[in-house]
């Protein structure tokens, strides 16, 4: 089947502007993240679905940053008055049950974010 | 201390060679823990995941974990080019909740 949807592939924005970005998680996965990567950085954390759980919104850097998840499928993840310091590739991932022993996260190919 | 640290290398190794990556973490109850191998330009792809002290091997990988000395690592052996890339440990930390990545090694293999 398919894999993890991310969309766009690309957003350049001038800063100030709102974004939304997309994920289609793996049909099936009840687990669904929000990752961001910085240029030469490793993965930051971001925001955690499972199920109909409430979501772990610990790792959003600051009040911008907003995601939703619709129907147990798709996630939006929403950026507030852009700044610059939010360009990086947000990738998305999903997995079948959460985190537990050997649950694999599968990545979409992410969205690169600039912020001008 | 970082939660999850690694060397961000690069670390060359020649083609052929056993390439020895690690990753130390801080929360001594953490369980498991995962490989992952990105390309330039690419999403990360798990390669190895590990809970149990010990080795374990899967074809060229093998994945070494100390729970008592808070350290998991990653050997590559007969590296090829096609290894080039970088490896990224993860562990979930606090429980299950959030999976922290360290800032990930980044390989070369020269033929």
């Known amino acids: 089947g398919a894999g993890v949807s991310q969309s766009p592939s690309n957003k350049v924005t001038e800063k100030g502007k709102d974004v939304e970005l997309r994920c289609d998680p793996i049909s099936g996965h009840t687990a669904l993240y929000w990752y961001r990567q910085s240029l030469g950085q490793g993965l930051e954390f971001l925001i955690y679905?499972?199920?109909?759980?409430?979501?772990?919104k610990s790792g959003l850097p600051s009040d911008r940053f907003s995601a939703e998840r619709t129907g147990g499928s798709v996630s939006t993840l929403t950026i507030q008055r852009t700044q610059q310091e939010d360009s990086a590739v947000y990738l998305c991932?999903?997995?079948?049950?959460?985190?537990?022993?050997?649950?694999?996260?599968?990545f979409g190919p992410g969205t690169r974010l600039t912020v001008t | 201390q970082k939660e999850v640290e690694q060397n961000s290398g690069p670390l060359s190794v020649p083609e052929g060679a056993i390439a020895s990556l690690n990753c130390t973490y801080s929360?001594?109850?953490?369980?498991?823990f995962f490989w992952y191998r990105q390309y330039s330009g690419k999403s990360p792809e798990l390669i190895m995941f590990?809970?149990?002290?010990g080795d374990k091997e899967d074809g060229r990988f093998t994945a070494q974990l100390n729970k008592a000395s808070q350290y998991v690592s990653l050997l590559i052996r007969d590296s090829q080019p096609s290894d080039s890339a970088t490896y990224l440990c993860a562990v979930p930390l606090g429980g299950y909740q959030k999976v922290t990545f360290g800032i990930g090694t980044k390989l070369q293999v020269i033929p």
């Open positions: 679905f499972q199920g109909n759980s409430a979501p772990d």
């Open positions: 929360d001594r109850g953490s369980q498991s």
């Open positions: 991932a999903s997995s079948l049950v959460g985190f537990t022993e050997g649950d694999e996260q599968y």
């Open positions: 590990i809970y149990s002290n």
